[in-house]
T-cell receptor
Framework: GENVEQHPSTLSVQEGDSAVIKCTYS??????FPWYKQELGKGPQLIID?????GEKKDQRIAVTLNKTAKHFSLHITETQPEDSAVYFC???????????????FGKGTSLLVTP | ETGVTQTPRHLVMGMTNKKSLKCEQH?????MYWYKQSAKKPLELMFV???????ENNSVPSRFSPECPNSSHLFLHLHTLQPEDSALYLC?????????????FGNGTRLTVT
């Protein structure tokens, strides 16, 4: 299976509603989980991240929660606006194999559409 | 401005051409990465450089050849590509590899192989 699974692949919400994107990861040793937003014609940009020593982090309208026991983490966007429309990627540092250290593994992305 | 600049933004090349992609970062980072982004697939890690030394080649075909002359610059040399190589190629940097710090991405080069 995939190292980082992300759901849903597409999400459509009305402006003002909340949006939630969920990810699961495979290795319990992972301890860093960033979220990226990719707008059309641009590269992924970091929007928020969380480390395993906390369960939740919030930055204005976006928040991330982490459940280490269940190995899943989620992105929450409240009061969505049309400019939130983009592709969102979760990621987790996972081991690359013996003596290869850790590397950032990405989910497949969620295409979020916020309609006025 | 992301701090990571990629040129060109768009590139169309034939299967027999040779071209190069360029990446420059102004963040003082020591690790640089090439990723391939295709539709409906996760970002695929291609190469990793840490302090100018290649630390990872993720089973990438030899028609892709990276070069890292210093910690601020990264190139991807392309030759005899296939149509399935058409994708967005993203460069990223971080302070160093494997230290649980975020990657900073450029805006990518959209490559079309005809």
């Amino acid at each position: 299976g995939e190292n980082v699974e992300q759901h849903p692949s597409t999400l459509s919400v009305q402006e003002g509603d909340s949006a939630v994107i969920k990810c699961t990861y495979s290795d319990s040793a992972s301890n860093y989980f960033p979220w990226y937003k990719q707008e059309l014609g641009k590269g992924p940009q970091l929007i928020i991240d969380i480390r395993s020593n906390v369960g939740e982090k919030k930055d204005q309208r976006i928040a991330v929660t982490l459940n280490k026991t269940a190995k899943h983490f989620s992105l929450h966007i409240t009061e969505t606006q049309p400019e939130d429309s983009a592709v969102y990627f979760c990621a987790a540092y996972l081991p690359r194999g013996s003596n290869s250290g850790y590397a950032l593994n990405f989910g497949k992305g969620t295409s979020l559409l916020v309609t006025p | 401005e992301t701090g990571v600049t990629q040129t060109p933004r768009h590139l169309v090349m034939g299967m027999t051409n040779k071209k190069s992609l360029k990446c420059e970062q102004h963040l003082g980072h020591n690790a640089m990465y090439w990723y391939k982004q295709s539709a409906k697939k996760p970002l695929e890690l291609m190469f990793v450089y840490n302090f100018k030394e290649q630390t990872e080649n993720n089973s990438v075909p030899s028609r892709f050849s990276p070069e890292c002359p210093n910690s601020s610059h990264l190139f991807l040399h392309l030759h005899t590509l296939q149509p399935e190589d058409s994708a967005l190629y993203l460069c990223a940097s971080s302070p160093r590899t494997g230290d649980n710090s975020p990657l900073h991405f450029g805006n990518g080069t959209r490559l079309t192989v005809t």
